[in-house]
């Protein structure tokens, strides 16, 4: 299959079925607002050293208090991790910030976690709990007195079922342009897609990385396959002139949101000077999402 | 159903037991016969009402009352689900201990909602003393649910109510959230003197101007967060509540000061 000259490979990417949840931060103003995101979703890349992979969704205008509103995403493997993590998180980086307040948003509300009702116990006695009917629901908010008034939580949260490690990995021919190609996606998906985080930094990842490694204590190393540095001393999947190779990684809320990033931001990387896109796999042995970048196109591209 | 009272009371009705989940089912022949306290003697709810079937009552049974049913006691007492609508006066206790469910009246007495745990109770116009408040001997008032007051309501509004909000429009009387355990109460366009007397936890939120009792401080003044998120589920002038500041008074110094009352500051 060609787009714009680009070859797509007939291959698949892997993905992991996690558990995430959405949190909504508002503030006296926007700024305030996105640092406070910026600051909660902080060294989130990877569930391989970070406690939880975050983002930011872009365009949320829900706002519960009417107030200036960001969006965030949490991932992890399982709800005790990822309660642990945002609760950290939430404590550190949100409470902290000038007039914030942290609310949720949809999810299975089956399954939840608690922050407000584990943040609580920062008010030192002097807390309030509200209980407001929601929707058909008995809603519990925490309210901490902070310095500069109050800082308001939700004391649960629902979570959602959802996929994580959704990728595909862009080859450039010359230098800067499998880069160029993967901001142009990053920017598309960004624009295009609801439900999904890309949660490296600037939503690209150079250093791809392989299950395992020559030292056993690490669970991961770098994707020696895809660097070009080591072709011809390794089993290389680049082809020839290709110089650079960048992975993008899609969280999403569900399946249909991943697929959805991924045909997008294919599409947007598909630029003069990209060889070939592909994607990151491991046999299909370890996760049972796979996103088939032929089938994904098909409908749009015919090969 | 819908009961239609055949003549105006004079003397007290007990229509304790006469509910939704309990004429659930029944035939009007065995809504009729059912026995209700009229003074002091027993008679057949039938003798009062001319009952007449909506058409679904045999799997949703809600109750409509038409008439004057000020003297009426305990209407909907201990209600669990479904829904009464009294066209008039709904009498004292109205809903009291209801657990769920929803009462819609024009007026009511005394008492309304008392010690309710549950529910939705609606008041279209006035309601007398101790709404939502707790009787006498009982440690707790209303634990849960909400009343909505239209007009007016009269003193010692959410006496030890423990949880759930209690929304009045129109003006409060004195004593209102007195001995206060927890909860929210909502008023609008003035609220009578000693609010928030004794009170231990719990918030009073006004629009008027406040004269609390001598255990209140004056605390800040702030923008809360929660007051713009609980506006949008209210049920009066939300208007009033939204983006604005309040004086915030902290008290009953006497019982440890974690009661507040918000007043609105125009």
């Given amino acids: ?303 | 159903m819908i009961l239609e009272l055949r003549h105006p009371l004079t003397i007290p009705l007990d229509l304790e037991g006469v509910l939704p989940e309990a004429l659930r089912g029944s035939t009007i022949r065995d809504a009729a016969m059912r026995a209700v306290l009229h003074g002091n003697r027993n008679i057949e709810l039938g003798e009062l009402f001319k009952i007449t079937p909506t058409g679904h009552d045999s799997d949703q049974c809600d109750l409509t009352f038409e008439g004057d049913l000020s003297h009426a006691r305990n209407l909907g007492m201990g209600m669990r689900s479904g829904q009464i609508t009294v066209k008039g006066h709904a009498g004292w206790h109205a809903g009291a201990r209801m657990t769920g469910g929803t009462l819609l009246c024009e007026n009511a007495g005394h008492w309304l909602g008392a010690e309710m745990s549950g529910g939705h109770i609606h008041v279209a116009s006035n309601a007398g003393d101790q709404v939502g408040a707790a009787y006498g001997g009982s440690r707790k008032g209303m634990s849960g649910g909400r009343i909505v007051i239209h007009g007016s309501a009269g003193n010692e509004l959410g006496l030890r109510m423990r949880r759930g909000i209690i929304e009045v429009a129109g003006p409060v009387g004195r004593f209102a959230g007195a001995s206060m355990i927890a909860g929210t109460i909502v008023t609008g366009t003035s609220l009578g003197a000693y609010a928030g007397a004794g009170m231990k936890r719990g918030t009073i939120i006004t629009a008027s101007a406040v004269q609390p009792s001598a255990g209140f401080v004056a605390s800040c003044k702030f923008r809360p967060p929660f007051l713009p998120v609980l506006s949008k589920e209210l049920f009066i002038d939300r208007t009033v509540f939204e983006g604005v500041t309040v004086h915030c008074l902290r008290g009953d110094l006497i019982t440890g000061g974690r009661g507040e009352i918000w007043e609105i500051l125009k």
């Fill in chain 1, 1 to 303: 299959m060609m787009i714009n000259g680009v070859a797509i490979v007939d291959t698949f990417a892997e993905a992991f079925t996690m558990t995430a949840v959405r949190v909504i931060v508002t503030a006296a103003s926007l700024e305030w607002a996105q640092i406070a995101a910026n600051a909660a979703t902080g060294y989130g890349a990877s569930v391989i050293g970070c406690d939880t992979e975050a983002g930011i969704e872009p365009h949320w205008a829900n706002s519960p208090d009417g107030r200036p509103a960001v969006s965030l995403l949490f991932f992890a493997f399982n709800r005790q991790s990822l309660e642990k993590a945002v609760v950290n998180r939430v404590a550190q980086c949100i409470l902290t910030c000038p007039t914030t307040a942290v609310y949720s948003a949809n999810g299975d509300s089956s399954k939840k976690i608690r922050i407000g009702g584990n943040l609580r116990y920062f008010g030192d006695g002097w807390q309030i709990s509200k209980q407001i009917d929601r929707n058909q629901e008995t809603v519990r908010f925490w309210r901490i007195p902070v310095m500069d008034g109050e800082f308001l939580c939700e004391d649960t949260f629902p979570t959602i079922r959802s996929v994580g490690g959704g990728n595909f990995i862009i080859l450039g021919t010359t230098p800067g342009t499998a880069l160029a190609a993967a901001e142009a996606a990053i920017a598309a998906i960004r624009q295009k897609v609801e439900g999904v985080i890309m949660p490296f930094p600037g939503g690209i990842v150079r250093s791809g990385s392989k299950v395992g490694s020559k030292y056993p204590k690490l669970i991961a190393s770098t994707n020696d396959a895809f660097c070009p540095t080591l072709r011809g001393v390794v089993k290389s999947e680049l082809p020839a002139e290709t110089s650079e190779a960048y992975e993008i990684v899609i969280d999403g809320v569900s399946f249909d949101s991943v697929e959805n990033a991924i045909r997008v931001g294919i599409v947007a990387a598909c630029i003069p000077g990209v060889r070939q896109i592909s994607a990151g796999n491991y046999g299909g042995k370890l996760g049972p999402h796979h996103f088939q970048l032929h089938k994904i196109l098909e409908p749009e591209f015919r090969r």
